[in-house]
């Protein structure tokens, strides 16, 4: 039986520099979590919320995780 990572969590090679796909994947989701967040701040969404950096936190996981479903297509046994 053989298992192989999905794409999406393979490694990059980056001028010689081994980096994990997670690591990258994490920092393209820092952009439009950062949108969303300002978004949200500007809509004056916040005065609804209990823990802002809490909520916060969870809005960037679950960016990321769709970020790396979406990219990957899921995962393939």
Do not use: K, Q
């Not at 949108?35 to 809005?59: D, E, K, P």
């Amino acid at each position: 039986m053989s298992f192989s990572l999905p794409s999406s969590l393979d490694t990059f090679d980056f001028f010689g520099f081994y980096l994990p796909a997670p690591l990258l994947w994490a920092a393209f989701a820092l952009l439009p979590c950062a949108l969303i967040c300002w978004g949200l701040r500007r809509a004056g969404f916040y005065r609804f919320v209990w823990h802002r950096a809490l909520f916060n936190m969870a809005l960037y996981v679950i960016i990321l995780g769709g970020m790396i479903l979406a990219e990957g297509g899921g995962w393939r046994l």
